[in-house]
């Protein structure tokens, strides 16, 4: 067969057999595992407040175990006045009062290990909570707390008195990255919200905090953690110097993070010491899983977070391709999908593992950014491609941006573009409450009032009435989760074989198994594709379908079907799952 190859971990010329035999000895859990996101806020609610929290996570340890997915990643848990839902840390090592106790915590890790599944925490180490006991003593000038965070005298003052901050430097969510602390008379700078103060990595105590905090939760018995914002870890120690202004960045708002270019403000090289003296504490414990959260159009710089064999990092930096690489439906094609998993498999260091991520907390719902038709379709895209997947909660059943008013909204990135621009900026709409069924709330709580509205949707598109319906966007999920663990796809090989504007395809196959063919309609029109005039490869003449998008309902399609290759028909946005002899 002619065929370009990706092979990620295993040698080529093995014998299928030896193979095996290597990836059962060697291939760490989280291979194989799907990552699965709860935004704790937003899963479920077990006391009535109208907020998610720990115990209700523990209460749907079942589902998920159900749901086939190996993983549960919690965003922050940690006590948090909430500026930033969570992101703004007041005390690492506390759970957060609204989420529960450390009873609950145990509870919930307990629950979820004695189903078999793994508990991966975020850490958010770029800044804490203004709140924060340490912030409070370093604006005091308090020792050793001076120097916890970053703080710089004003550049000057202006002709009102007021101080000017040393440097042009913005804030990822909009305005100046300096704030004026009264109480020291100096400026604090801050990547995100001003109730987020930055860290100074260049203090040695502050990194030994830090490294004490991962240890706390690692002997708790955690199995890894997801590391927040990564890339702001440092700034350049000369804070005189301005960030110039993006070229043809086509943002006219001044005070936009996206009109600066950030070359004093992000990936710094300190960044990957820290990095490093954090991989050497999770590696003095067993298998433990580090994801760093890395946005950034620069592949190389996302990969350097893999480190190299004789330096190792991250187990994986996200891989947001495909959510950068198309904001909406009009820049998906079967070429542009074949260029973003190209993008991320040339670029990655040999021997590392690739991983897949559709959605999560700070973007639109795949439905919404893509459409709704295309919803199965990239879940078999991402579960079934060698890698790990990452799914954000409720992109199982398809759920879709809610509609979240100005009055509703709470997302201070959302906030401070104010009523006109918010909903340009505001991540609420994908951070509702799970739809678990069609009663009050969807049964996320049994309280008043929920903290952001429930999609309207929720009394047809809940787990309740998916896990009824004969076929559902949870019935294929569960169906994928099964099948990526029949050995074409964790051990298997993989090739492209029709790449066209419309269609796309992924192959799947291993010596002595049954190949599967997914093939994709990114476009908006029902297609019919002749696999065989398109394909780079041999193709067989027909083949069965194991799979198929909800919105397919034809009689040829029907699961268990012999399809011919040469006139396959499938909806708009379609995923049809095909499987044949080996060949
Ligand atoms: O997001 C980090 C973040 O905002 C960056 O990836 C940002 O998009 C990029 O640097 C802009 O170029 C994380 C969390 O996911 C988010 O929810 C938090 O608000 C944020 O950190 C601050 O902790």
Redesign the pocket.
């Known amino acids: 067969m002619a065929m370009s190859l990706k092979r990620p971990q295993l040698e080529e010329n093995l014998t299928a057999e030896k193979r095996h035999k290597i990836k059962r000895k060697k291939a760490p859990w989280w291979h194989s595992d799907i990552i699965y996101q709860v935004y704790p806020r937003s899963f479920c609610d077990s006391s009535g407040d109208g907020t998610g929290d720990l115990k209700g996570i523990a209460s749907k340890a079942d589902y998920l175990k159900e749901l086939g997915v190996g993983t549960v990643w919690l965003s922050p848990i940690f006590s948090s006045p909430m500026a930033?839902f969570g992101?703004d840390v007041a005390n690492f090592t506390a759970i957060e009062p609204l989420f529960g106790t450390m009873d609950d915590f145990d509870a919930l890790r307990a629950a979820l290990h004695d189903r078999g599944l793994r508990l991966v925490l975020d850490f958010?180490p770029?800044?804490s909570s203004d709140e924060h006991e340490w912030f409070v003593k370093s604006r005091r000038k308090e020792e050793p707390y001076a120097d916890y965070y970053i703080w710089a005298d004003p550049k000057g003052f202006d002709e009102e008195g007021q101080p000017i901050p040393p440097n042009n430097w913005l804030s990822?969510f909009r305005g100046p990255a300096w704030t004026w602390a009264e109480e020291r008379q100096q400026f604090y700078f801050h990547q995100?919200l001003a109730k987020?103060p930055d860290l100074n990595f260049r203090n040695q105590r502050v990194r030994d905090e830090m490294k004490n905090i991962l240890k706390f939760w690692l002997d708790k018995g955690i199995d890894g953690f997801r590391i927040?914002?990564i890339?702001?870890l440092f700034e350049v120690a000369d804070l005189s110097q301005d960030e110039p202004v993006a070229k043809n960045s086509g943002v006219e708002d001044p005070m936009d993070?996206g009109c600066l270019s950030h070359p004093f403000t992000v990936n710094q090289p300190e960044t990957f010491e820290v990095v490093k003296e954090w991989r050497d504490i999770m590696d003095q414990y067993p298998e433990k899983l580090m994801m760093v959260?890395m946005?950034d159009r620069d592949i190389g710089e996302v990969m350097k977070y893999y480190g190299s064999d004789s330096v190792p990092l991250a187990d994986f930096p996200f891989n947001f391709l495909l959510i950068d690489s198309f904001r909406n439906r009009s820049d998906l094609s079967g070429a542009a999908l074949k260029d973003a998993l190209d993008l991320w498999m040339d670029n990655m260091p040999e021997g590392k593992w690739p991983n897949w991520v559709l959605g999560?907390?700070?973007n639109g719902r795949v439905g919404s950014r893509f459409g709704e038709d295309l919803i199965d379709a990239l879940n078999m895209l991402v579960l079934l491609l060698p890698g790990t997947p990452v799914t954000y909660y409720g992109e199982e059943i398809g759920m879709v941006d809610a509609t979240v008013s100005w009055e509703e909204t709470q997302d201070p990135q959302g906030r401070h573009y104010g009523r006109e621009k918010y909903l340009e900026h505001s991540r609420d709409p994908a951070r509702t409450p799970m739809q678990w069924d069609s009663s009050a709330f969807a049964g996320f709580t049994k309280g008043k009032s929920t903290w952001l509205p429930v999609n309207k949707n929720y009394k047809t598109l809940n787990v309740q009435a998916q896990s009824r319906a004969d076929t559902s966007h949870l019935k294929i999920y569960k169906e994928l989760a099964r099948l990526r663990k029949r050995e074409p796809f964790a051990g298997g090989r993989t090739a492209y074989p029709v790449v066209t504007r419309e269609a796309f395809s992924v192959l799947r196959y291993l010596e002595g198994y049954e190949s599967y063919l997914l093939v994709m309609n990114t476009s908006e029109e029902e297609l019919e594709v002749d696999l065989h005039q398109h394909a780079n490869m041999e193709l067989p003449p027909t083949a069965e379908v194991v799979l198929r998008s909800v919105t397919d309902t034809a009689e040829a399609t029907v699961p268990g079907s012999e399809v011919n290759l040469s006139e396959l028909k499938l909806v708009a946005g379609e995923g049809l799952l095909l499987r044949f002899a080996e060949f």
């Open positions: 930033d992101y958010v770029n800044h990822v995100f987020q927040d914002a890339k702001h993070y959260e946005w999560n907390h700070d």
